[in-house]
């Protein structure tokens, strides 16, 4: 059974940081494509990140330069730092799980929540 546990996500003032962490379990991690994604009271859950298998990163313009995903394969994480926080950040942050040759993420985390006050 795959599960994908997030943590580190809180409350924090603009500019300020927070280290969100995704432990997964259930699958062999290091084969699998990983993103971060979000979504904000009212609207749709939006892609922030993704690292591939391959260690290829990619970011959604609004964050990049300011977030950095990450993945340590030997303890199954995806991690994502987030920086230069904007109020506009707030959202509840997913982690998911895809293998390369599939085209949609097969497999989610159940969500934490970021606010960033202004």
């Known amino acids: 059974q795959v599960q994908l546990v997030e943590s580190g996500g809180g409350l924090v003032q603009a500019g300020g940081s927070l280290s969100l962490s995704c432990a997964a379990s259930?699958?062999?991690?290091?084969?699998?494509?990983m993103g971060w994604y979000r979504q904000a009271p009212g609207k749709q859950r939006e892609l922030v990140a993704t690292?591939?298998?391959?260690?290829?990163?990619y970011y959604e313009g609004s964050v990049r330069g300011r977030f950095t995903i990450s993945r340590d394969n030997a303890k199954n994480t995806l991690y994502l730092q987030m920086n230069s926080l904007k109020p506009e950040d707030t959202a509840v942050y997913y982690c998911?799980?895809?293998?390369?040759?599939?085209?949609?993420?097969?497999?989610w985390g159940q969500g934490t929540q970021v606010t960033v006050s202004s």
């Open positions: 998911a799980a895809r293998r390369p040759f599939v085209t949609r993420y097969e497999y």
């Open positions: 259930g699958l062999t991690f290091g084969n699998y494509n």
């Open positions: 690292v591939s298998s391959g260690r290829i990163t």
